[in-house]
């Protein structure tokens, strides 16, 4: 299926590794030109230079923490106009909410709640003004299940407020082809997800291989997801059909969320 992007411009955060960067290859493989963005200059650029040599897209990297003022602009500066903005940044860590300080609160408001709100201030009005726009969170599977994950009550607490403001921006936007919508991963294999097993498997005395076949068993599809699954189904997302899809919260866990719906 032609997912009618050739030619359009995206702006994907946290993209050098994990879901980012699958998301990032998906969309350059539909012919999208890229600011891909990722605070380690060295792992951006490898990713860069892999994408462009793949795809033959422009791809242009950002070095740059998006959760800070000066990062958002060095991305948006780059790209002031994407038609496609995907909002992604690392999760705060897992831990008992107890050893959370209100410093470590804020980080997580600023890197998992406000960042992607101010992005999407920054460039929601162009998408409204040409009249097309696809916005995709990368919020988790535990805004929906939040007793899975008792260690990540923080992540969850603060992407819960970013869902609740989708949920009403989402709709002030819809009429003029811009479409707002979140993708829920379970548990993907990544960098990330390897850390949380080990402090899960550290948290209960389990070897990390037990933990891994543990969480697997889990999942009625018997594993973890791959990111391109994941990269391909945002493509989806922001693709021209896909122009009637908004304000949705999507899991994509291979069957591990228990409700009908
Ligand atoms: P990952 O493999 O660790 O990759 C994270 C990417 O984000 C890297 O490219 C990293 O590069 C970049 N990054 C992190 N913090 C950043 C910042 N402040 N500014 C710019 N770039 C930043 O993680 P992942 O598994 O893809 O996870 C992506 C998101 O999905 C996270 O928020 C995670 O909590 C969520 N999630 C993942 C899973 C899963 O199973 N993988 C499940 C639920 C939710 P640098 O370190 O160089 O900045």
Known sequence: MDLGLSGKKAVVCAASKGLGRAVAVALAVEGVDLVINARSHETLEITAE??????GVSVVPI?????????????????PDPDILVNNAGGPPPGDFRDVSREDWIRAFDANMLTPILLIRAV???M????????????????????????????IGV?????G?????SRQVARHNVTINALLPGRFETDRLRETIKFAAATVGRSVEEQTALAQNLIPAGRFGRPEEFGDFVAFLCSAQA???????????????????
């Open 243 to 261: 122009s009637y899809l908004t304000g949705q919260n999507i899991v994509l866990d291979g069957g591990a969320f228990p409700g009908l719906i």
């Open 124 to 126: 929601v009005d162009g």
């Open 128 to 155: 409204i003004d040409r009249r097309f726009g696809r916005i995709v969170n990368i919020t988790t599977s535990g805004v929906k299940s939040p007793g899975t994950y008792p260690q990540l009550g923080v992540s």
């Open 165 to 169: 403001f989708m949920g009403v921006l």
């Open 63 to 79: 070095a740059a923490d998006i959760t800070t003022e000066a990062g958002r602009e060095a991305v948006l500066t780059a790209c």
């Open 50 to 55: 892999n994408i462009r040599a793949k795809t």
């Open 159 to 163: 992407r819960s407020g970013l869902t």
